[in-house]
Each structure stands twice: as structure tokens, then as C-alpha cells.
């Protein structure tokens, strides 16, 4: 007889699953539902919620799992099921921490059925919005179907490189966007903006030129697009480069069509799990570039990382009593969830760390440069040889890896910024406007920007938070066909900075991880 996985969760039920040749344990629960909803760091063996106990015969843990997991667990069979191949065992999976979808509905009336819903396809996140003639009246966020199948852009070209694995990454979205439709009114219109990554793969075009260089569009966007059956033609909007894409198109159009229009030379940065940055120094003139970041500024493969929602804290104050956590409240009190750390969370809690000398430019931990600022680095331990800061709040620490993660991020919105401006000859004070979109440009503190050398001080008066630009280009793209047009034309008045493949890309990363902007 076929040896099989056999899975008893925690809700007493069991699943049998045929073992999967090429995927990881955590990839195979996550095909066959287990993993819905859960935002998996997918394969670093960093966020720790795709833990499984292995009832007989545990394979040898990794250095991953020594880090993350006690002794004590790891004899008794727990393992990170991202670390593992998918193969026959027996095993238990406890209750997953699932993110929950937010939705907002404007309209309590029946709502009309000729709207357009606009979707931001991100790496992480999916955001929607149900419009008439521009006007939002439901919409949504949530985790992108795909998160468990790789959580990064590279890992998730990585497991479309197949075609079949590339059609089950697309209907993980058509059928989650003909969920939502279904639970709300059909549509006539439909644009999704995101990064060419994302696109490509929901379009099922072929993505070798986007997974290693030299680097190429499989589609250039700026058309539509059938994706299912099921949903109208989708318009996608045009990309610039292969890593910056329909997501920055709807961005500049967000920031060209709206009251608040932008005034050239200004740096747009559209931050997510892929940096895109826009340098305009006039209407017919753009330099763009990209930069991977990672995860962490959305919460997800940091060790107490959450995405943004109910119980989640997404700020810090240094008081005489500790670090004071700012909780985003629920609207009902079964919302909350688990407590976690956003990554809006993670720059304010460094850059407390950093003016209280418990955190040093370096990113290494410091005694503090005051007796409160002591008394909380006296918290510091280390487990499993991981130096880790007790965060006296809920048993939220702080391990010396996710700090070298925000060090990661910062180091690489350091290097684009100074490029760009270096590129067009510019200092930081020949700006008019620095604007961030995406997960840092809603909820981010510019003053901690500012504190952790993500940008220097004398960009903090011009710079401003804009939102999911993405979302609100997508939106104006609905029903505007003059912003489809200047969409159009955006390709042709944009030249491509090429960050990676310079020859001193690595030298000038490293120069950046410090808490300083290196300029």
C-alpha cells in the first residue's frame, strides 16, 4: 500500500495526503487547505506558524528550528514544516493563526450592478474596492492567496517556473475574486495593478525573464487581459521595467489625477515586498528602479510579525514604565488576534531602541542612555544562542535577526533613494515631495523613518504618507480613460536605473546597513 501523510488536526479530524515530490511539507498542507489565511514566512524558517509535531520518527531539525523552537519541543517532535520535504509521515497540526480578511462597507443600500473593482495584487497583501464612476463602496484586505507557495517575489517565480504550479497560483486569485464579487454584486469592469511578478503569474504568462538576468517582461501591460472564464477582461496597467510595474503606473496616476496632484521633482517610493521608486523631475520625465526588500515592513517572516489588524501593535513610546505598546483596537472584541508586531510597529519599536541607546546604530543591543533605557536592556537574554530583548508586553521579544531584517529593508530604501538622486544629480533638499505608498505608506511614523536612517532629516518636512496608491490608481482607472491614456504614455517618458546588476551594488548595500542615511 501507497504510504500516505497523514495529518490530525486539532479540531480532531484527519487528512490523508498523497506525499509531493519537489514541495516542502508546509507547501503541500498549504494546497490542501490547512494553511489559508495563515502568512507564512514560506520556507526562512523565521515566522514559526507552520509548526507541526511529527508523532513518530522526526526528521533531524535544522538550524532554523534549533533557533526558533526550544529543546524541549524539538524532542518532542516539532519541526517548521517549511524545512521539510512532503513526504509520508504522521503528524499533528495544531490550530493555524489565521489573518482575518477586513471589509468596509460605505453603502447599507442594494447596490447597483454596474460596478468596477479595482484589485492591488501585492506579493503579501491583496487589497479591492468596489467603485461607481470612482466612488468606493465596499472594499477589502487580505492576504494574497498565494503567500504559502512563497513569500517573496523570487520564491513565488521560483514555483511558477511550471506551468501547472503556475495555473494554481492564478486560480488561488480568480477564485478568491469570484468569491468576493459573488458575495457582493457581479461587475462590468475589472483592473488589477501589481508588480509585473504578480501579474504575469495570474495571466499565466511564462516567467523565466523575470527569474533570473538578464531581466524581461513577459507582457508589457497596458491591456486587457482575460483571466477566467468566470471574471470580465481584467485591464492591467502598464509596467516600466520588469521589477517595476502596473502597481507604480497606478501610483503616478493616483498622484496625477487627484486634489493632492504632485509636483515634480518629487521621489514616489511604493513600498511593499518589492521596492519600486519613481524619481519625477518633470511631467515627461521619470527614472525608475526597484530594490527587493522583503516582507518585513508587512509583518510577515519577522519572528513576531503580524499583519496589520485587531491586536496588533503598530507603534512604541518609551515611558518610565517600559516600552508602551499602541494596539490597533477591534471593532468587535472576537476580533482580536493574536498579539504581533506590524512592520510600521517594527521601525517605531528600532527607532525607540535606538534614541534610548538599547539598540546601536550598528544594529547591535547597547545598555541604554538613561536608568528607565537600562533597566530595559537588563531584559535582554538569549535563547538557543540568539541574543533576544524581552519586550515586557504580551511575551513579545525582539531576537537579534529581525532587527538585521529592518537593517536589510532600511539599507535597501537607502541605496535606491541616494541612487535616483544621484543619478539626476539632485541633493535631498531639491525635493519638492517625498511620497511613500504601499505598506510603509499607510500607518508609518515619519519621524521613525527619520530616527532608523531610512531618510535623512531634512527630507522629514517634505515627506508624506500617500497611502495605498496602487488601490487609488486602480480605482481612478475603473471609469477615467484619459488616466488610461496618460497610463499609456508613461513607458515611453521613463528610463530604468539598473540598481542590482552594477558591479558596487553589494559594497553600497552593505555601506547601508546602519541605522544612518549614508548619502
Known amino acids: 500500500m501507497d504510504k500516505k501523510l497523514i495529518v490530525h488536526k486539532h479540531d480532531g479530524k484527519v487528512m490523508e495526503l498523497a506525499p509531493a515530490a519537489g514541495l516542502n511539507m508546509a507547501q503541500n498542507l498549504f494546497l490542501n487547505g490547512a494553511f489559508q489565511g495563515v502568512p507564512l514566512c514560506s520556507g526562512m524558517g523565521r515566522c514559526g506558524l507552520c509548526k507541526v509535531r511529527y508523532e513518530s520518527e522526526p526528521p533531524e531539525p535544522r538550524k532554523e528550528e534549533q533557533q526558533k523552537l526550544s529543546s524541549a519541543e524539538i524532542k518532542s517532535g516539532w519541526r ?23 471589509v468596509s462597507d460605505k453603502f447599507t443600500n442594494e447596490l447597483p450592478e454596474n460596478l468596477g473593482l479595482a484589485v492591488d495584487l501585492g506579493t503579501t497583501g491583496m487589497h479591492w474596492a468596489f467603485t461607481i464612476d470612482g466612488e ?48 457582493t454584486v457581479p461587475i462590468e469592469k475589472l483592473v488589477v495593478s501589481g508588480n509585473p511578478s504578480m501579474t504575469s503569474i495570474l495571466a499565466q504568462d511564462e516567467v523565466e525573464g523575470l527569474s533570473r538576468a538578464p531581466y524581461s517582461l513577459p507582457d508589457k501591460g497596458g491591456k486587457r487581459v482575460k483571466l477566467d472564464a468566470k471574471l470580465p477582461e481584467a485591464y492591467i496597467p502598464p509596467h516600466l521595467a520588469p521589477f517595476v510595474g502596473a502597481d507604480i503606473t497606478a501610483g503616478i496616476v493616483a498622484l496625477n489625477f487627484t486634489d493632492a496632484k504632485a509636483q515634480p521633482p518629487y521621489l ?14 518633470s511631467e515627461d520625465e521619470y527614472i525608475v528602479c526597484s530594490v527587493p526588500m522583503g516582507p518585513a515592513l508587512e509583518g510577515v517572516g519577522i519572528s513576531n510579525g503580524r499583519t496589520a489588524g485587531p491586536g496588533a501593535v503598530n507603534a512604541f513610546n518609551m515611558t518610565p514604565l517600559g516600552l508602551t505598546p499602541a494596539v490597533i483596537t477591534a471593532d468587535k472584541p472576537e476580533q482580536d488576534q493574536k498579539p504581533g508586531i506590524t512592520g ?25 542612555n538613561t536608568p528607565f533605557a537600562a533597566k530595559l536592556a ?15 508586553y504580551e511575551g513579545l521579544t525582539l531576537p537579534a535577526p529581525d532587527v538585521e531584517e529592518i537593517l536589510k529593508v532600511k539599507a535597501a530604501f537607502n541605496l535606491a533613494m541616494s541612487a535616483l538622486l544621484k543619478e539626476a544629480g539632485l541633493a535631498p533638499s531639491d525635493l519638492k515631495e ?28 517634505i515627506t508624506r504618507a500617500a497611502g495605498n496608491t496602487s488601490l ?3 480605482i481612478i482607472l475603473t471609469h477615467n480613460q484619459e488616466a488610461r491614456d496618460f497610463a499609456s504614455s508613461l513607458p515611453a517618458r521613463s528610463k530604468v536605473l ?12 552593505l555601506e547601508r546597513m546602519i541605522f544612518k542615511y549614508v548619502y
Open 344 to 368: 510600521t510597529g517594527y521601525l517605531s519599536l528600532c527607532s525607540q531602541l535606538l534614541k534610548s541607546g538599547v539598540l546601536t546604530r550598528e544594529g547591535q543591543f547597547g545598555p541604554g
Open 498 to 509: 539598473e540598481l542590482a546588476g552594477s558591479s558596487d551594488f553589494g559594497q553600497k548595500y
Open 80 to 102: 517548521l514544516s517549511c524545512l521539510h520535504p512532503a513526504n509520508a509521515a504522521t503528524i499533528f497540526l495544531p490550530e493555524p493563526e489565521r489573518v482575518v480578511p477586513r
Open 268 to 281: 514616489f517610493a511604493d513600498l511593499g515586498t518589492n521596492g519600486e521608486f519613481v524619481l519625477c523631475l
Open 136 to 183: 468606493t463602496v465596499k472594499s477589502g484586505q487580505e492576504l494574497n492567496p498565494q503567500i504559502g507557495l512563497g513569500s517573496e517575489v523570487m520564491s513565488r517565480l521560483a514555483f511558477a517556473a511550471k506551468p501547472e504550479q503556475r495555473k494554481t497560483l492564478s486560480k488561488l486569485v480568480t477564485e478568491r475574486l469570484q468569491t468576493i464579487i459573488a458575495e
Open 434 to 461: 517625498l511620497i511613500l505608498g504601499g505598506a510603509m505608506g499607510q500607518h508609518v511614523n515619519i519621524n521613525d523613518l527619520v530616527a532608523t536612517g531610512f531618510i535623512p532629516a531634512e527630507s522629514a518636512t
Open 378 to 392: 537588563g531584559k535582554l537574554t538569549e535563547i538557543n544562542g540568539t541574543p533576544v530583548l524581552d519586550l515586557g
Open 472 to 474: 487609488k490608481g486602480a
